[in-house]
């Protein structure tokens, strides 16, 4: 944190569901290189998109994972599409949800952004497969 006081309990909250869903080696990496500069920026993330939206109740991290992958993907979020797709191995979300939302991108989204959305994605399970930690 940027004081000296203890971090918010949303914070803590949302440092606990980051590692559970991006996995501690993911964390841990992004925590080494985060710098005075970009670190309110950290801090805004852990405690606003972790620790508040992807922490709610209504939404099983799966379905947040769909959800988020697809947005992503409309979006044109490329690097962020890869890091989602691999932290399904954490979410519970399976390569046919994934495919499902990218078919609603393509709709929603456009087909350009779909596209290639799914070579993202394929890219990534071959990763995941040559590592052999595919479903």
């Known amino acids: 944190m940027t004081d000296s006081s203890a971090p918010s309990d949303r914070y803590c909250r949302g440092m606990a569901t980051r590692r559970a869903v991006l996995g501690d080696k993911h964390v841990d990496r992004a925590e080494s290189n985060t710098t005075e500069f970009d670190q309110p920026f950290q801090e805004l993330i ?31 979020q490329d690097e962020e599409v890869a890091m989602h797709v691999r932290a399904t191995a954490n979410t519970g979300a399976t390569r046919e949800d994934i495919r499902e939302a990218l078919l609603h991108v393509a709709i929603y989204a456009g087909v350009p952004a779909a596209n290639h959305a799914i070579k993202i994605a394929k ?3 071959c990763e995941i497969d ?3 930690q595919g479903e």
């Open 46 to 76: 852990t405690e606003a998109a972790w620790g508040h939206v992807w922490s709610r109740p209504a939404l099983t991290k799966r379905e947040r994972s769909i959800v988020t992958i697809a947005l992503l993907a409309a979006l044109g």
């Open 130 to 132: 040559a590592a052999g």
């Open 123 to 125: 890219q990534v399970f």
